[in-house]
């Protein structure tokens, strides 16, 4: 198989070959607990074959958390054609729980919770998730701004922070058993968001 690819067909292969391997250590041991030989080891590579596509553990990371961020964006884009309050309410309610959540949701919630937690240890990580969202802000801005052209940029920004914070927080919430019933959390959910893209003049 490999004999038949071309250099950069291998490249790719073996990156992804390492970041699947790096995702089952981080998930196991930690962004902060998994060390490299581990990650050789679940690659079936030796260290050295790894420093060739990743310089260090920062790079593995990075490369985890831009995959973590495009699939993001498709999820953003996925039946963009309109923004309203109530098919936000249920895309966010989505993030929460299978069947809703798939597997690789699921394991790439689990991550960034690793990401954010080895962000404050490790200022290189901290600002590896500030790209990818200096990446996202701005396309959920511009979503945003398309079906609420009404809106200042400062108020579609205020808007997308408070989405990311419902989105986020939703997602990181479904590592948990919750007793909420998820009729009301939806109901709940559109209140807020009706609330928040109500044509309120005086945000400020």
Known sequence: ??????KEERTEYRRNQ???AARICFRRSGFHGAGMTEIAKHAEL????IYRYFTNKDAVIEAIVR???HQKLQFMLLGASHVHPAAMAAKALSLRKPPDLTPRMEEDHALMLEVTAEA???PRVAEILQEADSRLFPQACTLMARDF???TPEQIAARVEVMATLCEGT???????TPASPELLHHLYQQLLQLT???NENDE
Not at 171 to 177: D, E, I, K, P
Request: hydrophobic fraction near 40%; avoid cysteine; proline fraction near 3%.
């Open 46 to 49: 030796s260290v050295g074959q």
């Open 171 to 177: 997602a990181f919430r479904s590592v948990l058993q």
């Open 1 to 6: 198989m490999q004999e038949k690819m071309n």
């Open 149 to 151: 052209p009404h809106f």
């Open 120 to 122: 404050t240890r490790n």
């Open 197 to 199: 893209f109500s044509d």
């Open 18 to 20: 390492i970041i699947a």
């Open 67 to 69: 995959d973590i961020t």
